[in-house]
């Protein structure tokens, strides 16, 4: 089992930067697949960066490809977004959520049905 807690949120400028932390604690962090995924007010949960066990395998949604960046470091048992050029409609809570993998998997996942492990969420305000 695993406990996920996000950090790093907060009120930034369109065109700002912020950096999420999804801090992880428990065993076997290194065999889970990760998430990050939000939701904003009137909107379904999305997924906005996925990755595999080990972090060589990525996915981002359009709305946030070559600006966001999704990273692991399974020592530190945390995984990360980057987020660059942000704009006010990536105003949202996000949430980074976790999926036993088989190891040595390429496999990530993007259906927010398939993780069993999320954090409690952090806001991320972007004014215009």
């Known amino acids: 089992q695993v406990q996920l807690v996000e950090s790093g949120g907060g009120l930034v400028q369109a065109g700002g930067s912020l950096r999420l932390f999804c801090a992880a604690s428990?065993?076997?962090?290194?065999?889970?697949?990760m998430g990050w995924f939000r939701h904003a007010p009137g909107y379904e949960r999305e997924i906005v960066a996925a990755?595999?066990?080990?972090?060589?395998?990525?996915y981002y949604a359009d709305s946030v490809k070559g600006r966001f960046t999704i990273s692991r470091d399974n020592a530190k048992i945390t995984v990360y977004l980057q987020m660059n050029s942000l704009k006010p409609e990536d105003t949202a809570v996000y949430y980074c959520a976790a999926k036993p993998s088989r190891p040595y998997s390429g496999q990530y996942y993007l259906d927010p049905t398939d993780y069993d492990y999320w954090g409690q969420g952090t806001q991320v305000t972007v004014s215009s």
């Open positions: 428990g065993r076997a962090f290194g065999s889970y697949a």
């Open positions: 990755i595999n066990w080990r972090g060589g395998n990525t």
